[in-house]
């Protein structure tokens, strides 16, 4: 098995959790904080996602892995962008719930 596949599988088992768990808060609560939070989270999977199809060698006309390639830029600003609104979006929803 491929290195990067493992590491790929292994990390989409808390990317889906994460995910799971921003779907049932975003249907929830419909707030614009957990819907940043489930766009983060969707970003993450994104990454997960881009790992698989350079692991499986999918899509090769994407260049997987490849500096200043499209498969890099997708992985790389997905990362970003996941990495910034899942936070964002977990910090707000924790500081504005309210405890009856």
Same mark, same amino acid.
């Given at each position: 098995?491929?290195? /990067?596949? $493992?590491? !790929?599988?292994?990390?989409?088992?808390?990317? &889906?959790? @994460?995910? =799971?768990?921003?779907?049932?808060?975003?249907? #929830?609560?419909? /707030?614009?904080?957990?819907?940043?939070? @489930?766009?983060?989270?969707? &970003? @993450?999977?994104?990454?997960?996602?881009?790992?698989? &199809?350079?692991?499986?060698? +999918?899509?090769? *006309?994407? %260049?997987? #892995?490849?500096? %200043?390639?499209?498969?890099?830029?997708?992985? $790389?600003? =997905?990362?970003?962008?996941?990495? /910034?609104?899942?936070?964002? #979006?977990? +910090?707000?929803? !924790? +500081?504005?719930? *309210?405890?009856?």
């Amino acid at each position: 098995m491929n290195d /990067t596949l $493992l590491k !790929a599988l292994v990390a989409f088992v808390p990317a &889906c959790m @994460l995910f =799971s768990g921003s779907v049932v808060l975003f249907f #929830g609560k419909k /707030t614009m904080y957990s819907f940043l939070q @489930l766009l983060g989270a969707g &970003c @993450l999977i994104v990454v997960i996602l881009t790992h698989v &199809c350079e692991a499986l060698d +999918l899509f090769p *006309r994407m %260049h997987w #892995g490849m500096e %200043h390639s499209v498969g890099h830029y997708v992985d $790389l600003w =997905s990362a970003v962008v996941g990495l /910034t609104l899942f936070p964002i #979006g977990y +910090l707000l929803h !924790a +500081l504005t719930v *309210r405890y009856a």
